[in-house]
């Protein structure tokens, strides 16, 4: 499969236009270095266990606790980015829930490999019918507004500044294995993220809508992903 470019399916047009229409818009910090670069989809009519969120069970419909209860469909969204400023690539996750009606009644979002609701006021954030999420800088974990960024600024400020790249590859999870983790792999990745290192503006001010065109079916992504992490480490020389 060729990583260079999102992978080429054949799609429900249907599905894909309702994933459209509440898609999160993600407020990345001014001087956010990277990109979400595809989104993978899921569509849930019932509570069903998610795919690309381990151990994630996705409660909608009746006999699920409030507010999903008020919830007939639910849509999960498994954001790619190729790089978290301590890593090479970044999986995190929006979930929107609609009534009946239309409306969006819950939105959840997740935060280091956690997940929960994200709202202020008791509400979700939105414009129309998209969640407005904030993004930690450079390393994307998701929430509703400020605050819960103010908690953690002083860590968030290292891990975008001294300790750029100290991960390297990313090694676990969904795909763990499948990468080429070695350690002229991480030298290289560390390299690449330490030249990118910076202090966040605390100023969410550019904005990230979630594009028809960069959505994919979850199981498609997850079959593109170790090819693009593939096409990622052949092209560091080149973007330094």
Same mark, same amino acid.
């Given at each position: 499969?060729?990583?260079?470019?999102?992978?080429?399916?054949?799609?429900?047009?249907?599905?894909?236009?309702?994933?459209?229409?509440?898609?999160?818009?993600?407020?990345?910090?001014?001087?956010?270095?990277?990109?979400?670069?595809?989104?993978?989809?899921?569509?849930?009519?019932? &509570? !069903?266990?998610?795919?690309?969120?381990? *151990?994630?069970?996705?409660?909608?419909? /009746?006999?699920?606790?409030?507010?999903?209860?008020?919830?007939?469909?639910?849509? +999960?969204?498994?954001?790619?980015?190729?790089?978290?400023?301590?890593?090479?690539?970044?999986?995190?996750? /929006?979930?929107?829930?609609?009534? &009946? @009606?239309?409306?969006?009644? &819950?939105?959840?979002?997740?935060?280091?490999?956690?997940?929960?609701?994200?709202?202020?006021?008791?509400?979700?954030?939105?414009?129309?019918?998209?969640?407005?999420?904030? &993004?930690?800088?450079?390393?994307?974990?998701?929430?509703?507004?400020?605050?819960?960024?103010?908690?953690?600024?002083?860590?968030?400020?290292?891990?975008?500044?001294?300790?750029?790249?100290?991960?390297?590859?990313? @090694?676990?999870?969904?795909?763990?294995?499948?990468?080429?983790?070695?350690?002229?792999?991480?030298?290289?990745?560390?390299?690449?993220?330490?030249?990118?290192?910076?202090?966040?503006?605390?100023?969410?001010? *550019?904005?990230?809508?979630?594009?028809? +065109?960069?959505?994919?079916?979850?199981?498609?992504?997850?079959?593109?992903?170790?090819?693009?992490? /593939?096409?990622?480490?052949?092209?560091?020389? !080149?973007?330094?």
């Amino acid at each position: 499969m060729d990583g260079s470019q999102l992978p080429q399916v054949t799609q429900d047009e249907k599905a894909r236009d309702l994933a459209a229409r509440y898609a999160p818009i993600i407020l990345a910090d001014e001087r956010e270095p990277f990109a979400i670069v595809a989104v993978g989809y899921t569509i849930f009519d019932h &509570a !069903d266990a998610s795919l690309s969120f381990p *151990k994630r069970r996705v409660e909608v419909g /009746a006999g699920s606790p409030r507010p999903y209860n008020l919830a007939t469909r639910a849509i +999960e969204y498994a954001l790619w980015w190729d790089w978290d400023i301590g890593h090479l690539y970044e999986l995190e996750h /929006a979930w929107t829930f609609v009534g &009946a @009606d239309g409306a969006v009644v &819950a939105v959840e979002a997740s935060w280091h490999g956690m997940y929960g609701i994200a709202e202020v006021g008791g509400k979700p954030v939105l414009d129309g019918a998209h969640p407005i999420l904030l &993004a930690q800088p450079g390393k994307h974990a998701l929430a509703a507004s400020i605050e819960p960024f103010n908690e953690i600024r002083e860590w968030a400020e290292q891990e975008a500044g001294r300790d750029a790249g100290k991960d390297g590859v990313l @090694d676990n999870g969904l795909f763990r294995g499948m990468f080429p983790k070695t350690p002229e792999n991480d030298a290289r990745v560390t390299a690449y993220l330490k030249q990118r290192a910076f202090t966040p503006s605390w100023n969410f001010s *550019k904005r990230m809508p979630i594009t028809c +065109e960069m959505l994919v079916p979850w199981r498609a992504l997850a079959e593109w992903i170790p090819a693009r992490v /593939a096409w990622c480490l052949t092209q560091i020389g !080149d973007w330094d």
